[in-house]
Every structure is written in structure tokens, then in C-alpha cells.
């Protein structure tokens, strides 16, 4: 399992790496363009593809917009058109030329046929240890909490293993990401606030399927809805939600104890 998550971090090095080696080549000749690609847009399954195929601003142009659009929906994209349209408003705000533009799409194209072909390694990884986790123990204990699919359990155990490296839940939550930050001045400690650091594959597979539970799960509910009364955004609520069923979690997999919970009524959809 450890050897596996270690392929995966490389990889998942290399995508970001490969990311942004699109960006630095855009915004050295279409900066409009790169913005227009800004945060998770770029990292859209059909973006990479459109990237990957035509490279940048010269050939998308020529393909026009529906045909962007239809290209987009090859690849199961939900509602293109407003990515779409920034893409071509960015495309036509930019006038002047750039030497060797045509070569930084070549780049910008190879890249992006190497980041997909990353995250296709990344999903026969995934697949690997589905597979493999089915042989171990603590498995069947994740599964018992209430939105933890196999996928979840498949990150968690990659990253977390049983637990039994934590000493306790706060440093498995110090860990995943789940422990507000505080910050200071001095000696004055002005704020907390949602901690950005920690394993984010650990973070995200928490999240899910504590977002996942609020669904279904009618406790999970109840708190993600007392938490929003008390003034928490959708987000914040959903890691306040994560890090009290880590707590749980911690105590199921170090006493060897599936979930009980008083009301098993709600039918519960894993993630």
C-alpha cells in the first residue's frame, strides 16, 4: 500500500509540475488566454484534451466555438459554454503577436498530452488499490461509516494506513489538514482560520465523504446544519463535520470497532 501511495505522490508531483509548465508557457505568450484558465478550470478532463489536441489560442480559433462546444461534450463536460466563451473573449482581446508563439503551443500541447496521460496512471493506481484493499482488515471498519465508499477507503488507508503511526485523533487531524490554523501577532492570537496545509489526498477523501454523509446520514446532518446556524460556511461546516468523524474514525479503526450509530434507519450513499 505504501508503495503504491508513493507512486501515486510521484505522479501527482508530475501533473502539478506539468500544470504548470502550461501556464508558464501561456502566460508568456497569451496571458489572457492563461487567465481565462485560472484555478480548476485547466485542470477540466476536456480542457487538458482540448489543450492536448490544438495546443492554444491559434488552432482554437480557427475551431470556433461550437465546435469547441462539441468537442468539450466528446468529453462529458457539463455546460462548456461559459469556459467556452472566456476562452474565445480572451482569445480576441489579445492583438499583438508574440515571437515564437507557435513553438510555446507545440509545449503546451505536449504537456498537456502528458498530464492526461499522468492522470490516467493515477486511475489504474486507484484501481490497484480497490482492489487490494479488499484483503485488508480495517476495510470493512471504514466501510461502516456512514459515506465512506471504497474509494474513500482506498485514500485514507493509502495515507493513513490503520492509524496506529498517530498517537492520537489530533495528530492524525494536525495531519490531514483538519485542525485550524490559528493566527497571530506577537503574543496576540487574532483569529483561526481553515488550515490550507496537511495531506490533501487525506483531506479530500475526509471531506467527501463527510459531504457525502450530510446526504444521507441524518447525525451528520444535524451537526453540518447546527454549524451553519452558528454562522460557519458551507465549507468550514463540512470540515468541522470531517474532523469530528475523524475523531470517530480514530476510535473504530484503534479499538477494531465498526460504526454504531442510534439511528441506522437513513439509507447511506458512500462516496
Known amino acids: 500500500m505504501k508503495v503504491l501511495n508513493g507512486i501515486d505522490e510521484d505522479l501527482a508531483r508530475s501533473y502539478t509540475r506539468l500544470i504548470n509548465q502550461i501556464r508558464s508557457a501561456l502566460v508568456g505568450c497569451y496571458p489572457q488566454f492563461e487567465q481565462a484558465l485560472r484555478g480548476q478550470v485547466i485542470h477540466r478532463k476536456w480542457v487538458l484534451h482540448l489543450l492536448a489536441r490544438y495546443g492554444g489560442p491559434t488552432k482554437i480559433k480557427r475551431l470556433g466555438k461550437a465546435k469547441a462546444a462539441a ?15 472566456a476562452i474565445f ?19 503546451v500541447a505536449m504537456s498537456a498530452k502528458d498530464a492526461l496521460l499522468k492522470l490516467e496512471h493515477r486511475k489504474q493506481i486507484e484501481q490497484e488499490v480497490i482492489e487490494l484493499i479488499n484483503d485488508i482488515p ?3 471498519i471504514l466501510l461502516s461509516m456512514p459515506g465512506i465508499g471504497p474509494k474513500t477507503a482506498a ?15 489530533g495528530h492524525l487531524a494536525s495531519y490531514a489538514g483538519l485542525s485550524p490554523r490559528t ?3 506577537g503574543t496576540s ?18 471531506w467527501q465523504s463527510s459531504f457525502a454523509s450530510i446526504r444521507f446520514h441524518e447525525r451528520s446532518r444535524q451537526f453540518y446544519e447546527r454549524k451553519r446556524r452558528e454562522g460557519k460556511r458551507h465549507n468550514a461546516a463540512v470540515v468541522a463535520l470531517a474532523r469530528r468523524r475523524l475523531n470517530v474514525l480514530y476510535a473504530m479503526m484503534s479499538n477494531h470497532e465498526y460504526y454504531r450509530d442510534p439511528d441506522q434507519s437513513q439509507e447511506v450513499e458512500a462516496a
Open 189 to 206: 492570537i487574532m483569529s483561526n482560520s481553515l488550515n490550507r496545509a496537511g495531506n490533501k489526498k487525506l483531506k479530500n477523501a475526509l
Open 71 to 85: 468537442f468539450a461534450r466528446r468529453y462529458k463536460a457539463r455546460n462548456p459554454e461559459p469556459v467556452i466563451d
Open 183 to 185: 493566527n497571530q501577532s
Open 155 to 169: 485514500q485514507i488507508l493509502m495515507t493513513a494506513g490503520d492509524m496506529s503511526d498517530f498517537p492520537t485523533a
Open 89 to 107: 473573449a480572451a482569445i480576441s482581446e489579445q492583438t499583438v503577436a508574440i515571437a515564437g508563439a507557435q513553438y510555446a503551443e507545440m509545449g
Open 138 to 140: 480495517h476495510t470493512q
